[in-house]
């Protein structure tokens, strides 16, 4: 998994390519909490080049949510999610927890 951040006005942006797994979630998770220890809670994660999220990956998904809505700071967006990766969120009854957008413009430009 390569993980990429890049800093704007008003958000963060996360790119992710490859497999979130047990094994890759503990960098993505240190990759949210250190944009979240910054006091940014704008998040836009990037999910096109995703081929496979763990119940493990989507448990950072959810805690970072939390922790960005927490006092209506922020909250963390989805982006370019495939259809592969939205079923799956769809069978674990996540979706209505996410905004979901067809490209980082539109995710960025919510904010």
């Known amino acids: 998994m390569q993980v990429t951040t890049d800093q704007f006005k008003r958000c963060n942006l996360v ?57 209506n700071r922020g909250e963390l967006v989805l982006a370019n999610v495939t259809q592969k990766i939205y079923q799956v969120m769809d069978l674990a009854g996540f979706i209505s927890m996410f905004k979901f957008y067809d490209s980082v413009v539109e995710a960025v430009g919510n904010f």
């Open 15 to 71: 790119t992710v390519t490859g497999r979130i797994d047990s094994n890759t979630t503990p960098q993505l998770f240190k990759v949210f909490d250190s944009i979240i220890a910054e006091n940014r809670f704008k998040i836009v994660f990037d999910m096109g080049g995703v081929e496979f999220i763990s119940s493990a990956g989507l448990r950072v998904l959810i805690n970072t949510q939390k922790t960005c809505k927490r006092w």
